[in-house]
């Protein structure tokens, strides 16, 4: 799923002009325009009120990358041939601390959607509180169907072009879609043995080797607690809760572990293959066996509706299903008007964003038109890059806290 969204077209004021210049920049790059516009939507009604903002160009500033780094990236497959993916870093703005943000290895990557993530990981950083710029980064290399020896030479290519762009005081990557554990564990072991040090140059490690403790549940676990603050303001909680939710990598599993342990059901778990309905809920065992499937077997989630006698629903997506909070853990613009729409007029009263800008422009208009509870993803996500945060302060300490205490800095944060 690539689903390109037009911006709503404006005129005659300060949006639409900045947006037509915008466009005029970055033809071919709609993700990238998408985020813009929605950030520019909330913020130009104020810069029009502070003129200070306008005068220093702060938003013309901000649109622009400090610096866009694209490279070949060759690899030898299994089968002794040569492989050539793209391989790109954002460093898109260094005015609070050192690029951070994650590295996408998915096949539909290309500089709009990595442009337009690390846009939003400006604010998404700025907002944990936490001295870190913003970048992105990635490949447009498919992990599917892969051996981990493919993996791991594609991971050390990747590394060796990558290596003199980042480092612990300049650029940290982490992992987004399709980079987790392994991956970062092969980069961090390329990055060591070319420059000989051992530094915090990734976050999201292993923990025998400088990762934090909760680092991989941080993000879904991030998700939850703000969903239920959120909730909080409506003097409500997730207890009792149905929820539905897409995904089923890094941020849907630990979203899933999290709702149990509040006492809420989740009802359904997808790929990009389709969704799986389970009106019963997946608990610790099911949980188990979905840990099990995508991160030793790389299986698809078909599997799991074969498993628990459950229904799968070939290429469609879960919206449909009635639910009282909505999570949207996948991908961008996974979540258009009809799907808001439907989940609005099923009851559902919450959505917060576990993945980057999945719900399009005219779903989160439709969230607030009807005054359901909304969490855009640069804070309701912010989890994962929060405890990343961490993850340096930990390095930089040399020393490593415990979970309790990793876990309880995620919450208050
Ligand atoms: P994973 O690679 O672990 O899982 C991604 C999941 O989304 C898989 O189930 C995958 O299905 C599905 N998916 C990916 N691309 C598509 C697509 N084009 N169409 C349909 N389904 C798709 O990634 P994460 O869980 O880490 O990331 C999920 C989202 O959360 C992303 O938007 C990411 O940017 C965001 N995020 C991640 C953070 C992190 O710490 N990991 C932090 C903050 C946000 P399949 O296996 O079939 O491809
Ligand atoms: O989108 C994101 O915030 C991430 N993929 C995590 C970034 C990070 O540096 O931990």
Redesign the pocket.
Known sequence: ??VVKEVPHETGNALGAFIEEVKKRNRHEPEFIQAVYEVSESIIPYIERHPIYKKKKILERIVEPERVIMFRVPWLNDKGEIEINRGYRIQMNSAIGPYKG?L?F?P?VNLSILKF?AFEQVFKNSLTGLPMGAGKGGADFDT?GRSDNEIMKFCQSFMTELYRHVGHDLDVP???????GKEIGYLFGQYKRIKNEFTGVLT?KGTVYGGSMIRPE??GYGLVYFASEMLATRNDSLKGKTVVQ????????FTIEKCIEEGAKVVTI????GFVYDPKGIDREKLQFIFEL?NERRG??SEYAKKFDCEFFEGERPWKIKCDIAFP????N?LDEADAQALINNGCICVAE?????CTTEAIHAFEKADILYGP?KAA?????AV?GLEMSQNSLRYAWTRKEVDERLRTS
């Open positions: 799923m690539n994650g996408r998915h539909s993530l599917k982490a992992g987004d879609i399709g980079v987790g999201g941080a993000t897409s995904g089923s990598g890094n941020v849907a599993q997808s790929d990009s293959d995508k698809r989630i853990n996948a991908t961008q996974e576990g993945a980057n800008m999945p993803g996500n912010a989890g994962g890059v990343s």
